[in-house]
Structures are given as structure tokens and as C-alpha cells.
């Protein structure tokens, strides 16, 4: 049987045209016959049936699934039509597996021709740039740093970066560095050998103002080695570690902010990044810079292989268990000691980035205002230079006159009995942007929240006392001299009772 996979695999190599040689090829044939008959084999149980990995003989049912991605019924169509294929031949005098042998031998005197230069200038060149990267590794480690991409974080490489929710990092000095933005940057590394792995980074995250942070963490009962209230994290696949919170450290100028991840790599790649959604806040900044990967100890026996395969499996249910909030999504949340629950049903395009159209856009739907709409539009930040606490698009009232007085821009929703509280992140400026007398409130009720000149996040609680409509959003009272003023993320929260 085993001869007759063997041949099956060169069939497949000789349809395909490719050379089963790197788990990436064995990748790729096993998408390819996904795509032609619907059924799947894995990369791991294919590099088996190659021969570049131990493993027991195969199941009939993989053999049939081979069979039919080469056009045959079964296993056992492929084995009668290769047979009667061989005896033709050889009632012709023609010595078939003499003549394979000999095609075998040219191949491999042909790929390794060209593989062993190759493997010889590529094996330099990893030597000369992972060695001596990083003193500080661990001990008896390999430094595997090399396979990252831009692991200084050089802004004019930043492309190899894949930037999800905060977009690119706003200081450009070489670090991913966010301010008030909920953000995900990662990249995908290939070509690592199935073991386990560490990665460092130097990072940290200051979750709010310094006092309040550090107030907060003095008081927090679990201080996780210094990633009590940090939500930032840095993550290997399904593998995460929260980073160190600013004001866990005493020496804040001359610390390095060493985090470390620990992780198992078992399909030759995979995706290490930095991540927040708890970033939101006034003040909230995260800094990740100088990412490090060293092999800790290769997967030599089907053994290691089972064994890391449980921390994988393990690492992943934990990872599945962890919600996995919308942009924005603040679960639990407490107001004034009472949890809540968030709404997000109740507001259209609260973040409006999907009604974004250009710099300049009429309003999307769902908002309203008082003034006159064409001088409302959705902005960009790259429009504005207002630095730290820009969200990335947002709604925005501009004008060279003072507002009259009403809404500026808001929204109307319909809610039932309860209390809620009502947030957004928001800012208002007067002439010469100075502050204004803004606020984000529901018509009708005396609880708000005053804005600020500069972008902030923010709530104020209403109490109904049956179903009703409101509209909630910026006001402009008499005499405010507001000429500009912008809102997003306007989220409800209904209190739990």
C-alpha cells in the first residue's frame, strides 16, 4: 500500500506541477484540493504522506479524497488504472519503474543543484543577521528575530504592517505609538519551525491620566505584575500577554517596559501583532517598539509535537472564550457603580466611518441638526492637526459665525422606561479654538456633559419613566460662540437593574 501512495503523491506532483518540498507547498496543494472537491486534508497530514514528517499509514478515506482531486473515483480506481497503465507497458518491454526510478534520481540531482547554492548563500545570510542581534536572549535560545519584518518599528518600513482599527501610529519616531484609538497592528511571520517560542517587546500602556492611573492601580487587588487596568496587549496567534501599565513602574523614564509572550508555532507561520480596545479614554496612550522572537525548543519527536499541540489547543479555547467587542464596544461598563449594557441597535452610523465618502460628505443617515447642513460634514483626520485625541472620522459642525442656538449635530432615538446613560466622544471649540459652553446632552432633560476644545470621551445618565423619543446629541445654549464642534462613537448604555 505504502508504494501505491507513493505513487499517488507523484501523480499529484506531476498534475499540479509543483514539488511537494516546504510546508507552504503542502499548504497550498491542500487549499487547492478544498477548491476542487470540497473536502479537506491538512498540510500536517499531507507532509506524512510526503514522507517529511513521521506519522502512521493513512485512512482509506484520505487515499479516496486524493484519488478524486486527480480525477479518479476512489483509491482503488487510481490503483486498477495505474496497474493496467504499468502492464501495458511492460507487455511492450518497456520497464516502467526502472524508468521512474531513473526520472526520480534526475529530478532530485536537478532540484538539489539548485537548492544546495541557495541553501548554502541563504544559510550565510541568516547566520550573519541573527547572531549577535540581541545579547540579552535567553539562554540556549536561537535568535529567530531576522524572520521579523521591521521589528524597530522604522517608519519609512511601516508597509510591512498590517494597521486594523487605529490606523498608522500617529508619532513618527520609530515606535507604534496610539493615543485614544482602539487599534490592531500585525504582521505575519513565515518560514519558523514547529517549537516554542518567546517573544519580547518593549511596550506599555497608560490606560488614563496619570493620577487617575495611578489612584487606580494602587487600589487594584491584582496587580498581574504590572498590567493591572492595562488592556494592551501583545499577541502570537491565539497566544496574548497584557503589556505593563505605565504607572506599575518606578522609574518611569529609565524603564524598558520588557514584556514577554510565550507561544508554540506548529504550521511554519504565524501572526504576532499589538492590540487595544480599551484605549479610549482621555489621556489613554500605548507604545509598543523593538519586537524580539527566539526559539526556545524545537518540536524533534512526535512527542514535543502532541505536547505543544495542547498548549495550542489550550491557548485557543481561551482565546475563543474572551468577547470579542465591535470597535468602540466598552463590556461591562459601570456608571456611577451600576453595570450597563450597551445598545447598539438604538444609534445609526454612531461612528460614522462607514458612511465616509471623501473629506466632505452630507449628513449620513440617522443624524440631524439645527443648523444649516451644509456646513456640517464628515472629517478625516488627516484634515486636522489637532494631535492627540482625534478620532479617525467623525462628524463635524464648522462654521466662520457663531452657531444659533440648538443642535448642533445629534440624533433621535426611541427608548423604553429605564435609565441610560448616553456617550460619545466629542469635542467643541469658539473662535481662536478656545472652549465654548457646548454640551452633549438629551433635549428636554437637565443631565450633560460639558465638552472640551479638545476631542474627549464622556457620559450623563437620563432616567425615563416610560417609553418615549428623545434627541440626544451637541447643544449650543444662548450665546455660545461655538464655530466648530465634532461628535462620534455616540453609543446608549441601558443600566442593569
Given at each position: 500500500m505504502q508504494n501505491d501512495y507513493q505513487q499517488l503523491c507523484e501523480a499529484i506532483e506531476r498534475q499540479v506541477e509543483r514539488t511537494m518540498q516546504t510546508p507552504l507547498d503542502f499548504k497550498w496543494l491542500s487549499e487547492r484540493i478544498f477548491e476542487r472537491v470540497h473536502e479537506t486534508i491538512s498540510p500536517t497530514t499531507l507532509m506524512r504522506l510526503w514522507g517529511y514528517r513521521t506519522g502512521v499509514v493513512p485512512r482509506q478515506a484520505t487515499l479516496d479524497i486524493m484519488a478524486r482531486f486527480l480525477g479518479y473515483a476512489d483509491?482503488?480506481?487510481?490503483?486498477?488504472?495505474?496497474?493496467e497503465t504499468?502492464?501495458?507497458?511492460?507487455?511492450?518491454?518497456?520497464?516502467?519503474?526502472?524508468?521512474?526510478?531513473?526520472?526520480?534520481?534526475?529530478?532530485?540531482?536537478?532540484?538539489?543543484?539548485?537548492?544546495?547554492?541557495?541553501?548554502?548563500?541563504?544559510?550565510?545570510?541568516?547566520?550573519?543577521?541573527?547572531?549577535?542581534?540581541?545579547?540579552?536572549?535567553?539562554?540556549?535560545?536561537?535568535?529567530?528575530?531576522?524572520?521579523?519584518r521591521n521589528p524597530q518599528c522604522d517608519t519609512d518600513s511601516l508597509d510591512v504592517w498590517t494597521f486594523d482599527l487605529g490606523g498608522k501610529p500617529l508619532e513618527e519616531d520609530g515606535t507604534l505609538t496610539y493615543f485614544m484609538k482602539d487599534f490592531d497592528v500585525h504582521q505575519v511571520v513565515y518560514g519558523l519551525p514547529a517549537g516554542e517560542y518567546e517573544l519580547r517587546v518593549?511596550?506599555?500602556?497608560?490606560?488614563?491620566?496619570?493620577?487617575?492611573?495611578?489612584?487606580?492601580?494602587?487600589?487594584?487587588?491584582?496587580?498581574?505584575?504590572?498590567?493591572?487596568?492595562?488592556?494592551?496587549?501583545?499577541?502570537?496567534?491565539?497566544?496574548?500577554?497584557?503589556?505593563?501599565?505605565?504607572?506599575?513602574?518606578?522609574?518611569?523614564?529609565?524603564?524598558?517596559?520588557?514584556?514577554v509572550l510565550h507561544f508554540v508555532v506548529l504550521e511554519d507561520s504565524i501572526r504576532i501583532g499589538f492590540r487595544s480596545d480599551e484605549n479610549w479614554q482621555r489621556f489613554c496612550r500605548a507604545q509598543a517598539d523593538d519586537f524580539r522572537l527566539y526559539?526556545?525548543?524545537?518540536?524533534?519527536?512526535?512527542?514535543?509535537?502532541?505536547?505543544?499541540?495542547?498548549?495550542?489547543?489550550?491557548?485557543?479555547?481561551?482565546?475563543?472564550?474572551?468577547?470579542?467587542?465591535?470597535?468602540?464596544?466598552?463590556?461591562?461598563?459601570?456608571?456611577?457603580?451600576?453595570?450597563?449594557?450597551?445598545?447598539?441597535?438604538?444609534?445609526k452610523n454612531g461612528k460614522v466611518v462607514n458612511c465616509w465618502k471623501g473629506h466632505e460628505a452630507s449628513l449620513p443617515e440617522g443624524w440631524i441638526t439645527e443648523q444649516e447642513p451644509n456646513r456640517c460634514r464628515l472629517v478625516h483626520r488627516t484634515d486636522v492637526g489637532r494631535g492627540m485625541g482625534d478620532t479617525d472620522i467623525y462628524l463635524e459642525y464648522s462654521s466662520d459665525k457663531p452657531a444659533k442656538p440648538g443642535l448642533l449635530i445629534g440624533q433621535r432615538l426611541f427608548l423604553e422606561a429605564g435609565t441610560y446613560y448616553l456617550t460619545a466622544i466629542f469635542f467643541a471649540q469658539g473662535e481662536n479654538e478656545m472652549p465654548t459652553n457646548v454640551s452633549l446632552a438629551a433635549k428636554g432633560y437637565e443631565s450633560s456633559c460639558r465638552a472640551s476644545s479638545l476631542m474627549d470621551w464622556n457620559y450623563f445618565p437620563i432616567t425615563l419613566r416610560e417609553a418615549q423619543e428623545i434627541t440626544v446629541g451637541l447643544w449650543a445654549p444662548e450665546g455660545c460662540d461655538v464655530r466648530r464642534a465634532g461628535i462620534s462613537a455616540l453609543v446608549v448604555w441601558a443600566a442593569k437593574p
Open positions: 483509491f482503488r480506481e487510481f490503483q486498477d488504472k495505474s496497474k504499468a502492464d501495458s507497458l511492460n507487455d511492450q518491454g518497456i520497464n516502467v519503474e526502472g524508468i521512474n526510478e531513473g526520472k526520480r534520481w534526475k529530478q532530485r540531482w536537478w532540484v538539489a543543484g539548485l537548492v544546495i547554492p541557495v541553501v548554502v548563500i541563504s544559510s550565510w545570510w541568516l547566520f550573519s543577521k541573527c547572531r549577535n542581534t540581541n545579547t540579552e536572549m535567553p539562554a540556549g535560545a536561537e535568535d529567530w528575530t531576522c524572520r521579523l518593549r511596550a506599555w500602556h497608560l490606560p488614563c491620566d496619570t493620577d487617575k492611573a495611578l489612584y487606580d492601580y494602587e487600589k487594584a487587588e491584582d496587580k498581574e505584575e504590572g498590567t493591572a487596568l492595562s488592556r494592551a496587549e501583545i499577541y502570537a496567534g491565539p497566544f496574548a500577554q497584557r503589556v505593563k501599565n505605565y504607572v506599575s513602574e518606578l522609574d518611569q523614564e529609565n524603564s524598558s517596559y520588557e514584556n526559539l526556545l525548543r524545537r518540536a524533534t519527536t512526535e512527542e514535543d509535537y502532541r505536547q505543544m499541540e495542547a498548549q495550542r489547543d489550550s491557548a485557543q479555547r481561551t482565546d475563543d472564550a474572551r468577547p470579542h467587542p465591535k470597535t468602540g464596544d466598552r463590556i461591562p461598563l459601570t456608571y456611577n457603580g451600576m453595570e450597563a449594557d450597551v445598545l447598539y441597535n438604538y444609534v
